[in-house]
């Protein structure tokens, strides 16, 4: 490969969908392939022009399929890969995330959402993809999605995201939105040596005893590249340790696809971040994620002036769903509060977790989030 | 007296197939054992370097390819072998990249890729079992099924006018293109051959008998009565024009088409991604 | 254009055409009957017997026939045949 250029390192004033991609390159990814669509469009432009500084490989596929079908290829390939796309992207990939969930591909997928559903409003934000973005595949599956709520969080989820993927061999998920996306703010971005980088697990035995599916303890097998000698086979259909089709058998299903869902849910611990503002005593819990946990922080500050025991919890793992931490902050709180730019799709999953405790739900859809005086009024009207 | 041990027969392409894999699924006469044939001469006769093959293949009978062949080899969703080999052969152009599909898999649900692949001319080999059906799925009609075929979606004849592959991939940009039957094994092992030493996109067709679904739906019950129409029909005219190289029950055309020089993608990216790379480098240090 | 030879060369004796050796895996075969129909000198027949399959795998019927033109190896969609050379006692 060719000699490494030094990425960007200090302090920049840019915007979400450059700081995604000079995430991207900071933390080794050096194959892109993708799409364009608004307002993702920035990080292909972006890394169209910054990839061959590096050595790496900008491709414009014909569509979405096409694109995560070659990010796919490029990962088995031995390269750190991704795509980026927005709503109607992100529907047009979802049988190629079963393909990477199946293939335990490590690769990213950043969905900058927008107005949804169909074609909806491409230049506003949105939040309707959440749900899609665990279940948007057929079948049964474990992955993982981050949410930013900032253009620093842009640079950095992105960086977390490649090392997920590469930890745990699972397509990880960026579920930006249209605002965090275009708008612009300081990054500050340390110096190579302060970022931390995970490779995948490489074999480390000789190819005639290597099983390309066969799991460590951690439930994740060692991942062989193309053109290593280790003669591997992969595919879509259920396969054993081996990597062969076996379509007949119930045990290889069964023992197949509750490890790629228990690969997550067991590991779930290590891989859950949430940020905790004031939650110590709170009595009114907001939940939110995205651009809107920045208008819910100035909600519960304005609260707590008012005299109202506000606190939030900011999800940053949408998936798997952060249960404990909802779990406990709701035992604690008298209601929660949850705002999302959509009709309801994170809130149930914190009512399922938050058992007895009421949750009030706060829905907004078009081109402004939610103001964080709506949101005080909510926590006023919960108390 | 010396004991002397019977030999094991063991076929002289078995280090080319994953044992635990054969016997392999196909039906008795399928032309896609054939290909596979084919394919595995075509690599023994170039002593191709096993570690630097990777096969890539779609869905459908012929998809099954891959997990026979002894070597790396991927098994994609249906269509996309094509936008999945374009990953593998830009992340790494030393390898070479075989993609084995059917018609329904690269010309239906693949088209798109198909003519963006060759377009682009990116340095992987096609080969294309044509079986003229979805054979896999039962037998339904595809995008080369002849007019008036029987199939299971076309009971009462196909009234969809076929693609020619050939046609269809010169004019996408291909730079070396043939048709074959499985009956012309030699000039099939030859083209394959050909199309491994070659730069930018190839595709090679192999008309396959599919004796047990299509050919029993329209009055040819077995493999010997598929290879007696090509046998019967088939006429060698290389470099026709492939606008015209139609397949019907009077008349196929086989032959090699188009085979032109064309600088490839993946050359002309790294070559670009070099320079590119080089000067940043300078401009930093 | 080349000259018509209208006898035979005269160091003829000196060449004698390579043996052949038919390898049937019999249990392999699917009973296409590809090999059998394309053998240019008829060299192979269907068998009465019955293999794992349930199907006639061929027979070889005069391998002294064969001309080691391999027809049958490369149209065989089931890697059930292949024609090798014969060894001579000296291995040759």
Known sequence: ?383 | MVQETVPVVVHPFSKYLRAEMMPHIWCQGCGNGVLLNCFVHALDELQTDLDKLVVVSGIGCIGRTAGYMNADSFHTTHGRALAFATGVKLANPELEIVVISGDGDLFAIGGNHFIHAARRNIGIKVLCANNLNYGMTGGQQGPTTPLESVTTTSPYGNIEHPFNLVHLAAASGSTYVARWTSLHVRRLTQSIKKMLQKEGFCFVEMLSPCPEIYGRYNKMRSGLEMMSWFKKASVVENFSDPSKADITPERIVVGEFVDIEKLSYEKMLHEKISKINEKAIEGVS | MPERIRHAPLDLEQFKPAKAEIHLIKDECKGCGYCIEFCPKKVLEESDEINARGVHPPKVVDEDKCIICSFCSAVCPDFAIFVVEKKNKEGK
């Open chain 1, 1 to 383: 490969m060719s000699r490494i250029k030094s990425a960007l390192t200090g302090a920049h004033f840019m915007n979400g969908d450059v700081a995604c991609a000079e995430g991207a390159i900071a933390v080794g990814c050096r194959f892109f392939a993708g799409y364009p669509i608004t307002p993702a469009t920035e990080i292909a432009e972006h890394l169209s022009q910054r990839m061959p500084e590096f050595g790496g490989i900008y491709v414009q596929m014909e569509d979405e399929i096409a694109s995560l079908a070659a990010v796919i290829g490029a990962s088995y390939s031995g390269l750190k890969a991704m795509t980026a796309t927005s709503g109607p992207g992100f529907s047009l990939m979802q049988e190629n995330i079963g393909l990477a969930v199946m293939t335990e591909a490590p690769c990213v997928i950043v969905d900058v959402m927008r107005g949804g559903p169909s074609t909806g409003q491409p230049t506003m934000p949105g939040q309707q993809d959440v749900m899609q973005a665990k279940w948007g595949s057929h079948g049964d599956y474990g992955i993982i999605a981050l949410t930013p709520s900032s253009v620093q969080e842009m640079f950095d989820l992105t960086v977390e995201a490649f090392n997920l993927s590469e930890a745990y061999r699972v397509p990880t998920l960026l579920m930006g939105d249209e605002i965090v996306g275009h708008m612009w703010e300081k990054v500050v971005i340390p110096s190579p040596d302060k970022i931390r980088i995970v490779n995948r697990k490489k074999p480390n035995v000789s190819p005639e005893k290597y099983l390309p599916f066969k799991p460590d303890d951690d439930l994740v097998p060692p991942m062989a590249c193309f053109g290593e000698g280790y003669h591997f086979h992969s595919t879509g259909l259920t396969h054993d340790e081996h990597g062969y089709p076996r379509t007949s058998s119930s045990e290889v299903q069964s023992k197949l696809v509750r490890r790629l869902c228990d690969k997550i849910q067991k590991n779930a611990d290590k891989i859950v971040k949430v940020e905790e503002v004031m939650l110590e005593d709170a009595e009114v819990v907001v939940v939110a994620y995205g651009i809107v946990a920045r208008a819910a922080l100035s909600a519960i500050r304005k609260a707590r002036e008012k005299g109202i025991k506000a606190g939030l919890l900011r999800l940053i793992t949408l998936w798997p769903f952060p249960e404990e931490r909802v779990a406990k902050a709701a035992k604690r709180a008298r209601a929660i509060v949850v705002p999302e730019m959509n009709c309801g799709q994170m809130v149930r999953e914190v009512e399922r977790v938050a058992k007895e405790t009421p949750v009030v739900f706060l829905s907004k859809l078009g081109e402004e989030p939610h103001t964080p005086l709506e949101i005080l009024e909510a926590i006023r009207r919960s108390k």
